[in-house]
């Protein structure tokens, strides 16, 4: 009689749990079976002028004769000058290195996209390395726009809302992400907007994304990034690394429920500036 009941239990056990859908860790990435090779050429060239105004920058100086040194102001020398505006914070030719939060080093980011064209490729070596320059008004909502871009069209490192992220909101309790990919540029303080970006380009699915979200401490030479939300409030910002299939930098707005959704404990990440000749 007791084993009967003991068949009858085991028997309830199993049907609920096969009435039950098992529970599937989050998936951060399409399938690999839709990427393709982003259409693009790396970004070589020299910045431009029109590219330089277009980011805040000043224009290139231009070169000019020596003269010989007068002892005499002129009225124009003497004239009072006007104070010039300060510049916004560049650093040409900076490469990332990144960190995990107890110290231990990824190495420096690479000039390479992942197969679903965002960064997270890393390399031992500066030389090569994805090389960065901020600009914008202030210390902080700064652009970074990458001199050897792998993509020409998509030259700033902004962050790329997640394939699975329901919404582009960041929020205590809510696992919502983002990838740093090859973006254009987008207003400061303006919440992810939608168009092509590196990661559109090598999976064909849609990706909103924002560029100016970088700030740039240049005594520490840390480097931090904020997350804007779809009504303009900055909650919170975590970097995660996604060492597995993904090998991509992630942000989010709230660490444990990403790595509880992923099934996956994702390191936390620091990045520096380490500025290069």
């Given at each position: ?237 975590y970097m995660l690394y996604a060492n597995d299939v993904n090998q991509g930098i992630l942000l989010t707005g ?24």
């Amino acid at each position: 009689m007791r084993f009967a009941l003991n068949l009858i239990a085991a028997l309830a056990v199993a049907t609920t749990a096969l009435a039950q859908p098992s529970r599937r860790a989050l998936s951060l990435n399409p399938d690999a079976s839709v990427v393709h090779p982003i259409d693009d050429v790396p970004n070589t060239g020299p910045i431009t002028n029109a590219k330089r105004f277009a980011m805040h920058l000043p224009p290139i100086t231009p070169r000019t004769l020596r003269r010989p040194h007068s002892r005499t102001p002129t009225r124009v020398h003497g004239a009072p000058r006007s104070e010039s505006s300060p510049l916004p914070p560049s650093v040409a030719k900076c490469n990332i290195l990144a960190k995990t939060a107890d110290g231990n080093s990824l190495g420096f980011v690479a000039a390479a996209f992942n197969k679903y064209g965002e960064y997270g490729l890393f390399q031992g070596s500066p030389d090569g390395a994805l090389e960065v320059m901020f600009t914008g008004v202030s210390g902080s909502r700064l652009d970074m726009y990458a001199n050897n871009s792998p993509s020409t069209s998509h030259p700033f490192v902004g962050a790329i809302s997640g394939f699975s992220a329901p919404d582009d909101d960041f929020s205590h309790g809510s696992w919502n992400y983002a990838f740093l990919g090859g973006v254009s540029q987008t207003p400061p303080g303006s919440g992810a907007v939608a168009g092509e970006n590196t990661f559109v380009m090598a999976t064909g699915f849609d990706g909103n994304y924002q560029s100016a979200i970088w700030s740039y401490d240049s005594t520490s030479q840390a480097i931090a990034a904020q997350w804007i939300n779809v009504d303009g409030s900055a909650p919170s910002t975590y970097m995660l690394y996604a060492n597995d299939v993904n090998q991509g930098i992630l942000l989010t707005g709230d660490k444990d429920a990403l790595r509880t959704a992923a099934e996956v404990d994702y390191p936390e990440i620091t990045l520096t500036c380490v500025p290069c000749n």
